[in-house]
């Protein structure tokens, strides 16, 4: 596909063939700058929505997780070095882990898919079903990587 990139590069070979003049050199200088360079370079990208990460696909679902359950929320969470912004409990009735807070402002609370009272299934496959919260905090805050990759099970109040 063409691109401004490829544009410029095109207008430049043909203007090197014609009889030379300040603006053509001006041009042509111009053109060959590494910052014209770059410019048009972000410009092709973000014209072809090329700025989003690249993100491998889904792993299938854990044989652990029962296909009756009402719903699955995968949620590949890409941050930084900063926290994940969210608390987790263990739910009394039922002991599943629970988010039990969102933090305002936090990598959870952006992405917009990390609720209070989701129940957490799995982090990056590690299983969290026989985990207390004090085990699955240094999985959550020790990861190296910068993708969280997140299971969570419908939860509804009242049920599992």
């Known amino acids: 596909m063409f691109n ?4 410029s590069f095109q207008l430049a070979e043909e203007l090197r ?7 053509t050199t001006e041009l042509l200088y111009l ?3 590494p910052h014209v360079q770059a410019l048009l370079s972000v410009h092709d990208m973000v014209s072809q929505k090329e700025f989003d990460p690249r993100l491998p696909p889904l792993p299938p679902l854990p044989d652990y997780i029962e296909k009756e359950e009402d719903s699955i929320k995968i949620v590949r969470l890409v941050k930084n070095q ?10 009394e009735s039922t002991g599943a882990i629970v988010v039990a807070r969102v933090m305002r402002g936090g990598a959870a609370d952006r992405s917009g898919l990390i609720h209070e009272g989701d129940k957490l299934k799995e982090v990056n496959g590690v299983p969290m079903e026989d985990k207390n919260p004090e085990e699955i905090i240094p999985i959550l805050v020790c990861i190296a990587d910068y993708q969280h990759v997140l299971h969570f099970g419908s939860w509804f109040p009242g049920t599992f």
């Open 4 to 7: 401004a990139s490829y544009f």
């Open 17 to 23: 063939c014609v009889v030379a003049s300040p603006e």
């Open 31 to 33: 053109l060959s700058k």
């Open 82 to 91: 900063e926290p994940l912004g969210a608390t987790i409990k263990r739910d």
